[in-house]
C-alpha cells in the first residue's frame, strides 16, 4: 500500500492560484496511477484529476479543465496539481489518491484543507 500526504493547501483569493503536493512512501509510486479527490462541507468526494503512471496521460473534471494543472515527478515520488483562477466553488478539503484512474484506487491521504475568499 502506499502511503500519501498532502500539502500546499490554504487560503486565497479568488483569482488566485494554490500548488498542492501529495508525497508518497511506501509500494513503488512510480507504477502507481495518480488522483487528485475533493471533498466540500455537505457534499460527497469528487473527482478532480488523474494522471497516469508514466505522466503522459492526464483526464480532469470539467469543472476545473483549463485551470488546473495535475503532474507527477516520480523520482521525487510526488504528484502536483497546481490551481489557478480559483474561485469559491474551489473550497474544499483535497485529497490525494493512488491506484487507480478511472476509478479511485484503494490508497487515500489525510487531506488539505483549501479555501477560496470572495
Known amino acids: 500500500q502506499v502511503q500519501l500526504v498532502e500539502s500546499g493547501g490554504g487560503l486565497v483569493q479568488a483569482g488566485g492560484s494554490l500548488r498542492l503536493s501529495c508525497a508518497a512512501s511506501?509500494?513503488?509510486?512510480?507504477?502507481?496511477?495518480m488522483g487528485w479527490y475533493r471533498q466540500a462541507p455537505g457534499e460527497e468526494r469528487e473527482f478532480v484529476a488523474a494522471?497516469?503512471?508514466?505522466?503522459?496521460?492526464?483526464r480532469y473534471a470539467d469543472s476545473v479543465k483549463g485551470r488546473f494543472t495535475i503532474s507527477r515527478d516520480n523520482a521525487k515520488n510526488t504528484m502536483y496539481l497546481q490551481m489557478n483562477s480559483l474561485t469559491p466553488e474551489d473550497t474544499a478539503i483535497y485529497y490525494c489518491?493512488?491506484?487507480?484512474?478511472?476509478?479511485?484506487?484503494?490508497?487515500w491521504g489525510h487531506g488539505t484543507q483549501v479555501t477560496v475568499s470572495s
Open positions: 489518491n493512488a491506484g487507480g484512474y478511472y476509478a479511485p484506487g484503494g490508497s
Open positions: 494522471i497516469g503512471w508514466t505522466g503522459s496521460s492526464t
Open positions: 511506501g509500494r513503488i509510486f512510480s507504477r502507481n496511477d
